[in-house]
């Protein structure tokens, strides 16, 4: 067992300021931590007015880090994400107009459906390499650096679904429901959600640097057994070869494309270390492995267009793999 230290009390201390904010969410807290400690980014789908922007704005006061909003519309160009090269005739060159991506840790991408393929894009680079390039310069993007992209599940007529390659980009993909009745009556009873801007109340626990150095720990502390290896690979595996695992021949016809070793293998080890971490643990545990494969691999899979029309999900996809593949 790890040793609680200051390291999880560090972590304790950044929910209970997120929940002075935001309540009947612990679990996608959780998540964001597990994210933001796993280097990874978060698709986030869920309906208006679920404190998505509330949320992550915390996360950024919580840790002392900078936040960043971008409203995606339709009308948007690239540089409106990474920035662009604006000629400065007094001096006679090009100069850089950095945009909203770059200097910041937290970016909250509102609506990343609704804005065209082309802008979508000019994400890709900076969740996948950390960097942005303008004309001729790189510019490294700060440490750490998280993107929650939010889409709305209500509304079609004029939105871009992501393509594989943006998908394959996200860590988790989140389906955020209401809160229970006990949570939203206690919503009205705090004081922070009557103020106008109730983040003023979050105060500043930790520090980027000491989150990006708590990462490095758990790569290091978290151990991962060469059975859990072997289960991690197997699930991964029976998103593309179903046919092969007992049990799952049925899903052959079913599944069209199936997660990719960097998405599905890699994320998923990266993902449990962190979760084993957060409850105390030096090792990974199966359960570590089933609690987070359905948030990494719902948006991985890619099913035939009959499954769908027969009303299959890539959820129940992802139960029926979780059911019938041994745990060791």
């Known amino acids: 067992m790890i040793d609680r230290g200051n390291k999880l009390d560090a972590l304790d201390a950044i929910r209970a300021e997120v929940s002075k904010v935001v309540l009947g969410q612990a679990a996608l807290i959780d998540k964001l931590l597990i994210a933001l400690l796993a280097d990874g980014h978060i698709l986030l789908e869920g309906a208006p007015g679920l404190a998505k922007t509330q949320i992550i704005a915390a996360l950024g006061n919580a840790t002392g880090g900078t936040f960043r909003r971008i409203q995606l519309l339709p009308d948007m160009l690239p540089s409106d994400i990474t920035g662009t090269l604006i000629y400065h005739p007094d001096a006679g060159h090009f100069q850089v107009q950095k945009g909203p991506i770059l200097d910041t840790h937290f970016l909250l991408a509102d609506e990343i459906n609704r804005t065209p393929p082309k802008v979508q894009a000019a994400f890709l680079q900076a969740m996948q390499e950390r960097e942005v390039t303008l004309g001729t310069d790189t510019f490294i993007l700060n440490d750490p650096f998280i993107v929650l992209a939010t ?115 890699l994320n998923l080890r990266k993902a449990c270390r962190v979760l084993a971490f957060l409850h105390g643990r030096d090792h990974v545990l199966p359960e570590d492995v089933k609690a987070l494969a359905l948030d990494i691999l719902r948006h991985r899979i890619i099913l035939d267009m009959r499954a769908e029309g027969d009303g299959i999900t890539t959820e129940d996809v992802v139960q029926q793999i979780l059911e019938k593949v041994e745990i060791p």
């Open 151 to 265: 889409q709305n599940p209500i509304e079609e007529e004029g939105t871009y679904p992501l393509p594989e390659a943006q998908l394959d980009r996200f860590l988790f993909k989140l389906v955020v429901g209401y809160p229970d009745e006990e949570d939203e009556l206690r919503m009205l009873d705090l004081v922070a959600l009557d103020r106008r801007n109730p983040i003023q109340d979050v105060q500043t626990v930790t520090s980027p640097q000491e989150l990006v150095a708590m990462r490095e720990h758990i790569k290091e502390m978290v151990y991962v057994s060469d059975q859990i290896k072997h289960y991690i690979v197997r699930l991964v595996r029976a998103t593309r070869q179903p046919d092969a695992c007992p049990g799952l021949q049925d899903l052959r016809h079913v599944i069209r494309l199936g997660a990719s070793p960097r998405g599905g293998t």
